[in-house]
């Protein structure tokens, strides 16, 4: 089974920036997301790409800030965050499906079958 840890995280102000990665244990060939959870709140899908890169899907609160990109060659997964929010605190997974496209919706949970352990992102105001 493919492993997946998530580094990057960490405490920022609003307006900084910070970027996550995700470095699989595995070749990766499947879409990839990151999706994040507050307290209190249901895990929620933040972006997702495509096993070629070419497809990206962002969250409308974060379009326009955050960036999600991959390197294929090493087996990483990276969110850039910028003009961060208090509203972005929270836990960030990296998920990775089984097929390069997406079987499902993009923001689906059961899209995607492996998953890191999280890194905290704490955004204050």
């Known amino acids: 089974q493919v492993q997946m840890e998530e580094s990057g995280g960490g405490s920022v102000q609003t307006g900084g920036s910070l970027t996550l990665s995700c470095v699989a244990s595995?070749?990766?060939?499947?879409?990839m997301a990151w999706f994040r959870q507050a307290p209190g709140k249901e895990r929620e899908a933040v972006a997702s790409i495509s096993g070629n890169g070419q497809t990206k899907y962002i969250t409308d609160s974060a379009v326009g800030r955050f960036r999600i990109s991959r390197d294929n060659a090493r087996n990483t997964l990276y969110l850039q965050m910028t003009t961060a929010k208090p509203e972005d605190t929270g836990m960030y997974y990296c998920a990775a499906g089984p097929k390069p496209y997406f079987s499902g919706s993009w923001s689906a949970r059961d899209t995607y079958i492996a998953w890191g352990q999280g890194t905290q992102v704490t955004v204050s105001s």
């Open positions: 595995g070749i990766i060939q499947g879409c």
